[in-house]
């Protein structure tokens, strides 16, 4: 009995507003969109496919996603160029504590979510 992977994780965004996510996760970020069980559209989101994992944008009300300290991490190419990229789009890069062995920045998302790019050193 063991635990084999992740298979996914959720993060939330609020009730109506998965135009505005689709725009950043799937356009901004190129993240492509799977199809959503049928039994489970009604819920509202969507999902994205990130190799052999998935995230499932959810919906959900009264969360305060600026007040946790809970993320996703990516691992990135070129992650000097993402943040580029992030701040050119109008959103604030965080200070972060360094990691030996990684770059590495932090920012939240239009919804507050916090998220991590990570990439390592020399790759």
Request: glycine fraction near 8%; charged fraction near 20%; proline fraction near 5%.
């Amino acid at each position: 009995m063991t635990i084999q992977a992740v298979h996914h994780v959720q993060i939330t965004i609020p009730k109506g507003a998965e135009a505005t996510a689709r725009a950043f996760y799937c356009d901004f970020l190129g993240l492509p969109e799977i199809e959503k069980p049928a039994s489970l559209k009604a819920r509202g989101g969507f999902w994205i496919q990130l190799g052999e994992q998935q995230i499932h944008v959810g919906t959900e009300e009264g969360v305060d996603r600026q007040a946790t300290k809970a993320h996703i991490a990516y691992l990135v190419q070129d992650v000097w160029g993402w943040q580029e990229k992030i701040t050119a789009y109008g959103l604030k890069v965080a200070d972060s504590i360094p990691i030996s062995g990684y770059n590495r920045f932090e920012f939240r998302d239009p919804f507050g979510n916090r998220v991590e790019f990570i990439e390592p050193v020399n790759s």
